[in-house]
């Protein structure tokens, strides 16, 4: 994998073809749910921000794929949608044979838009 990618394009292109694949369904899924996400580069992977928030991040592994909802509570709203699935605190892991499914990124990328919000209204 290539080091430092300016964009997620040329982070794309660094990783293998299957694992690229996987991770371009889930990046055209994200921009579906929230057209107005910026693409961006953090800590190393894609990411999408919205409203200046972090919103989800993605990226490609020797032997796997991860997504990276950014909030433990997501991950724990969803537990039950993930069993088939490894995950820790912020993590899902998945192959490129056992992609996460469409609808199950769907409703991760609605549920952290929705908690980036409610942070947003609870701030002063």
């Known amino acids: 994998m290539k080091r430092n990618p300016k964009t997620v394009d040329e982070y794309l ?6 694992h690229s694949k996987a991770l371009q369904k889930i990046r055209e899924t994200v921009h579906a749910v929230a057209p107005n996400a910026q693409e961006c580069i953090s800590y190393g992977i894609p990411a999408f921000r919205l409203n200046g928030r972090s919103l989800v991040f993605f990226g490609a ?5 991860a997504f990276y909802p950014g909030s433990s509570a997501t991950l724990k709203k969803f537990r039950n949608e993930l069993r ?3 995950t820790s605190k912020g ?5 490129p044979g056992n992609p996460l499914p469409v ?3 769907r409703k991760l990328v609605k549920a ?8 947003n209204r609870s701030k002063p």
């Open 84 to 86: 088939d699935f490894q």
């Open 13 to 18: 292109a660094s990783v293998n073809s299957d």
């Open 61 to 65: 592994w020797a032997n796997h794929c």
């Open 112 to 119: 952290r838009i929705a908690e980036n919000n409610n942070n």
């Open 91 to 95: 993590t899902i892991r998945f192959s």
């Open 103 to 105: 609808p199950l990124v």
